[in-house]
């Protein structure tokens, strides 16, 4: 993103921060009656709901509340001014996703730190004010910026405890400072800044002089009335675009007070149009228009769905989606293969007087946003006899199958030259990517210690009647399993065995199963549907740790069988387990499109190994590959262009005919 320029950011208007109960520390699995609330009243007298990313992990309905109101987002799990401490790589990830489907104008994160060396504080703190802790909350702040590509303002915190130590800034000094370096705007919070004047004996106007406040866009108070004769000059001097207030929404009697305080707050706002009135998505790639007689045709990367009213349009190379209505899919069809814009303008009803001109704005925003691309020449014809066929059902396939077949010269690397290229890559500062993937903000749970004797069926089965055993069962007692066939099924298909450092930065890790270059590319996410301990949910394996990492507290009964292909009898399983590839590890090491295969190759080794561990564990198990990617991925939060959903196996009670 460019520098700091204040009119990035759109007035927003005055809005409701979300509070999460705090019975979810304390493993509180139901529900939070307050979103009820907060759906029923919609409380349309607030122009928008601002609430935390990791919120959207226990309460999911958060999500859905984006399509009735708008939402700001704001962060306080990335830890900025953790020394020597890198952000969670998949938290910020997660924001990235959420910023997307909120369209959140900006992303809001506290200029503190949580996280240190082998924990979490739970809590705000900035106890030093070096130049350190500086420098990392400002490299932190650009990589923000950088992975979301939306403006990013920090918020102060309230400073309860401070070390003094020399060389530290004064503390407005130090904020005014990450603020402008960062090429941040300023969050005050009210509470926060009072809280820190008295705790550390500052007088509060001078305090408050001292903060960046010409980069001021949004304020938090939770005493508007009490604060009042400070909130009052900042909104008429300053250029705040959001007044967020801290309310309680459990009371349904302190709505009227909720609502005389946000209008005397719009009163003194300046008669602005609210963003959410007028914003307009622009696309981001443009091409050149095209002639008349020019071949254009849809981008492979394209794949629309279709609602009562409405043509959604996905152009997956650009993460892009764009709305239209219905009536505009017969001229996207017509571009299924390679035709002319003049050719589309023939179309019954294109040349309709009362419609043409958005006719043709359609056609043009197509070009504009790359869904359709100039094509200088019709492609080749298929050699559908080479195909035969069975290949002429699977051209995809064949494809892949023929760029990646060897021939009798291929050549190949030896493994000491490959070992050589390796250690060049290590020198030149690209290291071996993780073999582990973490989610460090998410709650975790961990798992029962799978080295003591796993609970089998039968003491006397052995691994010849294990394997004749074993059949895909579809038919589930909708019956709990216990947490210590969950940690088995876990550890003895895709846990570590053993961890060994290597020479390339990071460790080679041993499962039962083995891995193209013993990379392990696979992870797993357990969906629990019927596991005492463990809320019905979405986690993610930890393999460093032998947990879960709570991903989503969405039930999964109510999209799980639309995600397995309609197959009703999978809900009924006690979990089920999406299998994955995290790609830059096979890649960072073989980097030739036939790795692929080893990649498949690998995920259909652990699921023979789940298969087995499930017969001997007395479940019955099941595999599908009958899976809709793409709802995987949204619910998984995943990109499919790094990390592909393969396959999915389920364990559960087999039920008896």
């Excluded at 139901?30 to 709901?49: K, N, Q």
């Excluded at 108070?221 to 967020?244: C, G």
């Excluded at 975790?444 to 294990?466: M, V």
């Amino acid at each position: 993103m460019s520098d700091f320029d204040l009119s990035d950011f759109p007035f927003a208007g005055v809005g409701l921060e979300y509070h999460a109960p705090a019975s979810w520390l304390a493993g509180y699995q139901g529900a939070d009656p307050t979103i009820e609330r907060i759906i029923d009243s919609r409380f349309e007298f607030l122009d928008y709901l601002e609430f935390q990313p990791s919120h959207t992990i226990y309460e999911p309905r958060l999500l859905c509340l984006s399509a009735q109101m708008p939402i700001l987002l704001h962060s306080s799990s990335l830890s900025l001014g953790s020394v020597g401490i890198a952000m969670d790589s998949e938290f910020l990830n997660l924001t990235h996703r959420l910023l997307k489907q909120t369209q959140s104008p900006w992303l809001a994160e506290h200029i503190s730190w949580t996280r240190f060396l082998g924990g979490d504080t739970q809590h705000f703190v900035l106890p030093t004010l070096t130049p350190a802790v500086a420098e990392t909350i400002v490299a932190n702040a650009h990589e923000i910026r950088r992975v979301t590509d939306i403006p990013l303002i920090l918020e102060n915190i309230p400073r309860t405890v401070a070390l003094k130590l020399s060389g530290d800034l004064a503390e407005g000094e130090f904020i005014s400072n990450v603020v402008e370096r960062g090429k941040c705007g300023f969050l005050l919070d009210l509470d926060s800044a009072i809280i820190t004047a008295r705790m550390q004996g500052y007088d509060l106007t001078q305090y408050l002089r001292s903060l960046p406040l010409h980069r001021l866009v949004e304020i938090h108070s939770a005493h508007p009335a009490r604060d009042w004769e400070i909130l009052s000059p900042l909104l008429t001097s300053f250029p705040v675009k959001a007044v967020t207030l801290e309310w309680d929404q459990t009371a349904a009697a302190s709505d009227i007070s909720l609502r005389q305080m946000v209008r005397v707050i719009k009163a003194h706002c300046a008669d602005k149009p609210l963003y959410w009135h007028g914003c307009a998505i622009e696309a981001s790639n443009t091409t050149a228009a095209a002639r008349a007689d020019e071949r254009i045709q849809l981008s492979r990367a394209t794949s629309f769905n279709i609602s009562e009213q409405s043509l959604i349009i996905h152009e997956h190379s650009q993460d892009l989606t764009l709305s239209f209505p219905l009536r505009f899919l017969m001229p996207l069809l017509h571009f299924a293969q390679p035709r002319t814009m003049a050719s589309a303008l023939l179309l019954p009803g294109m040349l309709n007087e009362s419609e043409i001109t958005e006719n043709l704005v359609f056609l043009q925003s197509l070009l504009r946003a790359g869904v359709l691309l100039p094509s200088t020449a019709m492609p080749e014809r298929e050699q559908s006899a080479e195909r035969g066929k069975i290949w002429g059902h699977w051209s995809a396939a064949w494809d892949f199958y023929c760029a990646t077949r060897t021939h009798i010269d291929t050549p190949y690397v030896s493994v000491a030259d490959l070992d050589g290229k390796l250690a060049q890559k290590v020198i030149q500062s690209q290291r071996q990517p993780s073999a582990f993937k973490d989610y460090w903000v998410h709650p975790f749970y961990p798992l029962p210690n799978p080295l003591t004797p796993a609970p089998r069926a039968d003491p006397h089965q052995g691994l010849l009647e294990i394997l004749q055993d074993r059949v895909t069962c579809r038919c589930f007692q909708n019956a709990p399993i216990n947490t210590e066939q969950l940690s088995a099924l876990l550890y003895y298909t895709w846990g570590a065995s053993s961890i060994e450092e290597n020479d390339m930065g990071d460790y080679f890790v041993k499962k039962t199963a083995p891995s193209g270059g013993s990379l392990h590319c696979a992870e797993v996410y357990p969906v629990i549907m019927d596991v005492p301990g463990f809320a019905p949910g979405i986690y993610h394996y930890s393999v460093r740790r032998h947990g879960l990492e709570l991903i989503s507290r969405e039930d999964p009964r109510s999209w799980i069988s639309q995600a397995c292909g309609d197959q009703a009898w999978i809900e009924h399983a006690a979990v089920v387990f999406v299998s994955t590839a995290r790609l830059e590890r096979m890649a960072w090491k073989y980097e030739f499109s036939r790795a692929w295969r080893i990649v498949q190759m690998d995920i259909g080794h652990l699921s023979q190994t789940f298969s087995l561990m499930a017969t001997m564990l007395g479940l019955g198990c099941c595999t599908t590959g009958a899976l809709r990617d793409e709802l995987f991925e949204q619910k998984l939060g995943l990109d499919y262009r790094d990390e592909p959903i393969f396959l999915v196996n389920g364990a559960g009670l087999a039920a008896t005919s």
